[in-house]
């Protein structure tokens, strides 16, 4: 049976703990045995970090030790999956710059604030995550990232919506689902989930995190099926 660790906390305006319920029932829809950590302490230990096949942090803002970082780093270098949405994965330690590498993203503003009607492009629909599903809408908050050049956009959004210092730039399509690799793991991510309840008021927002989330979870064992090894980037030992 496969196996998630949910870590959940931070700022509570993201509802990590309702955030969190529905990530584990939808994991457990799929077979896994999902656990909800309230604590960081969760990632003290790399060995049992190493037994899982996934990683799903429901964490904003806040201050991570530079050694759990280093043993999440580890952890999906080896094939354990990472899948995140909204602040809660893509802002959750705004100090910690490996984090932000893992990661693939950082958040740096939501012009407009809550309520901003926006439309989900699909961008790569022969991606399983979001194939055989249309644009859609989305009222939430309209998140801009600093983005990864590495990840692989799955969908966008245009900016901008809201008149903002940065509407004097011309317009850009922001990713708003990408995933990536961080040495055999894979690493998804949403900017959807500002509340619970978009997920509820926007349905293909649920599919896509559902399937991320079990696409990434999918990566250790891909790793093992073809014999991929972590020695190829042994050197990242060095950046600690």
């Not at 003290?44 to 964490?59: G, Y």
């Not at 043993?71 to 893509?90: D, E, F, R, S, W």
């Not at 990434?216 to 014999?227: D, I, P, S, W, Y």
């Amino acid at each position: 049976m496969h196996q998630a660790l949910i870590f959940q906390g931070g700022w509570d305006g993201h509802e990590p703990q309702l955030v969190s319920a529905r990530f584990k029932r939808l994991l457990e829809e799929a077979g896994y045995r999902a656990e909800i950590s309230d604590t960081l302490d969760c990632l003290a230990d790399p060995d049992e970090l190493l037994k899982l096949d996934l990683l799903v942090p429901i964490w904003t803002c806040g201050e991570i030790k530079r050694e759990y970082t280093e043993n999440v780093a580890k952890a999906v270098g080896a094939g354990v999956g990472i899948a995140g949405c909204h602040g809660g994965m893509c802002d959750s330690f705004r100090q910690d710059t490996e984090w932000q590498f893992i990661t693939g993203g950082q958040w740096v503003s939501h012009p407009g604030g809550d309520g901003v009607e926006y439309t989900v492009n699909i961008a790569a629909r022969s991606n399983p995550i979001v194939a055989g599903l249309e644009d859609f809408k989305v009222r939430s908050e309209h998140y801009y990232l600093h983005v990864d050049p590495a990840v692989e956009v799955l969908a966008t959004t245009r900016f901008p919506l809201v008149t903002y210092w940065h509407a004097s730039n011309r317009p850009v399509d922001m990713p708003v689902v990408w995933t990536k690799s961080w040495g055999n793991g894979r690493v998804f991510y949403t900017s959807l989930g500002h509340h619970d309840d978009v997920f509820d008021n926007s349905p293909s927002a649920e599919i896509i995190m559902k399937r991320g989330m079990l696409w990434a979870g999918e990566g250790k064992a891909f790793a093992l099926e073809h014999g991929l090894t972590t020695e190829r980037f042994q050197n990242a030992a060095k950046m600690y």
